[in-house]
Every structure is written in structure tokens, then in C-alpha cells.
């Protein structure tokens, strides 16, 4: 199982950016994929989740600023972010899930900045 995140970086407040997971070792469209994140010092916590039929569901400080998708076909999980906070700066790990197997990736940077 693999998951590599890319699309992080450096933002101004009020910027976007659209993060990837490239997913591969597993069947991909039959996992709940989700985005978390982890700020210095504080723990990990739930962004967002697409179910394997699209459902979606967010943390309510990611509520009409972010939108998670998915493409099977490419088997790739995305996290569109805009209106960026300093307060979302923190790695952010794509994690794959179903019933009892959980994985996730390295991370990827993001700070929000000027």
C-alpha cells in the first residue's frame, strides 16, 4: 500500500491550493479516503471524507472553504483549498480507509503565510 501526497507549500492568507494523493496497492474505489492534519504541537484531526460513493463529509473549520473528490479512474484523492488561513497551516496526510485497515501517507507541508 502507498499513498503519496504532493501539491503543498507556501500560501498568502487567502490563497488556494489543491493537494493530491496518488493511491496504489489497494482497491482504491472501494476505501473511504479522508484528509487530516496536524499543526505543531497539536493533534491530528479530520479535514474531510469521500466515501466510495462520493458522500462527502468536513470538519466544520474546512466547511465552504474545501472540497475533497476523488478520481477512481486514476485511482487519486484531491483537497481543494481556498480562502487559506494562517490557522491552517499543518501537514496534511491522505488517509485510506475500510472496515479495519487504515493507512496513510507522509504528509505534506502546508503553511499559510505573508
Known amino acids: 500500500v502507498q499513498l503519496v501526497e504532493s501539491g503543498g507549500g507556501l500560501v498568502q492568507p487567502g490563497g488556494s491550493l489543491r493537494l493530491s494523493c496518488a493511491a496504489s496497492?489497494?482497491?482504491?474505489?472501494?476505501?473511504?479516503m479522508s484528509w487530516y492534519r496536524q499543526a505543531p504541537g497539536k493533534q491530528r484531526e479530520l479535514v474531510a471524507v469521500?466515501?466510495?460513493?462520493?458522500?462527502?463529509n468536513y470538519a466544520d473549520t474546512a466547511k465552504g472553504r474545501f472540497t475533497i473528490s476523488r478520481d477512481n479512474a486514476k485511482n487519486t484523492v484531491y483537497l481543494q483549498m481556498s480562502s487559506l488561513r494562517p490557522e491552517d497551516t499543518a501537514v496534511y496526510y491522505c488517509?485510506?480507509?475500510?472496515?479495519?485497515?487504515?493507512?496513510y501517507g507522509q504528509g505534506t507541508q502546508v503553511t499559510v503565510s505573508s
Open positions: 488517509n485510506a480507509r475500510l472496515l479495519y485497515s487504515s493507512y
Open positions: 496497492g489497494f482497491a482504491f474505489s472501494t476505501y473511504y
Open positions: 469521500i466515501g466510495s460513493s462520493g458522500s462527502t
